[in-house]
T-cell receptor, first 112, second 115 residues
Framework: AQTVTQSQPEMSVQEAETVTLSCTYD???????LFWYKQPPSRQMILVIRQEAYKQQNATENRFSVNFQKAAKSFSLKISDSQLGDTAMYFC?????????FGTGTSLTVIP | NAGVMQNPRHLVRRRGQEARLRCSPM?????VYWYRQLPEEGLKFMVYLQKENIIDESGMPKERFSAEFPKEGPSILRIQQVVRGDSAAYFC?????????????FGPGTRLTVT
């Protein structure tokens, strides 16, 4: 079975601090892609960062970076210098071809 | 390049009525996905379509739900005889030719309320 687990339903961080959101997944596939999506109060889903499973180098996108541990099937998201606009639901997902599998999300609140 | 469009944004239906949700993918995208998001939950995959073909409908309830993506026009998610449990946000996403490594671009969602 293909599953995504986000074990932190809610998190908070002080503005300008760093926070890490955890994600683990399970798949028997060897080739797949991993994503973090952000869903702000507007409910629009926005891609934050993407990682190809065959690449060992962790993806980075400005203040967002991932720690991808393929053997452990772990894909955490680190947000540096947190900003108020980062307040949102964050969903971890992976794609093996036809389907995307999403976690249940982590609600992140950035505190001024 | 306009993004993924969904309409209506909000839809209210009484129990037993039909709900039709529309999705226009991004220009050049031929793959469409529908998801349902219940309150306080993540996205649940429903169906994956290409033009005139249903590729994967393993997430669709067996009854009352159907989806299509005709050669011309938007993709339609149809829910017949709606019940209160159908109240949710329904998101459509599209991707380019190959679904593999490409991200999905999401529409703003349709919030269905069944009274």
């Amino acid at each position: 079975a293909q599953t995504v687990t986000q074990s932190q339903p809610e998190m908070s961080v002080q503005e300008a601090e760093t926070v890490t959101l955890s994600c683990t997944y399970d798949t028997s596939e060897n080739n797949y892609y991993l994503f973090w999506y952000k869903q702000p109060p507007s409910r629009q889903m926005i891609l934050v960062i993407r990682q190809e499973a065959y690449k060992q180098q962790n993806a980075t996108e400005n203040r967002f970076s991932v720690n991808f541990q393929k053997a452990a099937k772990s894909f955490s998201l680190k947000i540096s210098d947190s900003q108020l606009g980062d307040t949102a639901m964050y969903f971890c997902a992976f794609n093996t071809g036809n389907q995307f599998y999403f976690g249940t999300g982590t609600s992140l609140t950035v505190i001024p | 390049n306009a993004g993924v469009m969904q309409n209506p944004r909000h839809l209210v239906r009484r129990r037993g009525q039909e709900a039709r949700l529309r999705c226009s993918p991004m220009k050049g995208h031929s793959h469409v996905y529908w998801y349902r998001q219940l309150p306080e939950e993540g996205l649940k995959f429903m169906v994956y379509l290409q033009k005139e073909n249903i590729i994967d409908e393993s997430g669709m309830p067996k009854e009352r739900f159907s989806a299509e993506f005709p050669k011309e026009g938007p993709s339609i998610l149809r829910i017949q005889q709606v019940v209160r449990g159908d109240s949710a946000a329904y998101f459509c996403a599209s991707s380019p030719t190959l679904a593999g490594g490409y991200e999905q671009y999401f529409g703003p969602g349709t919030r269905l309320t069944v009274t």
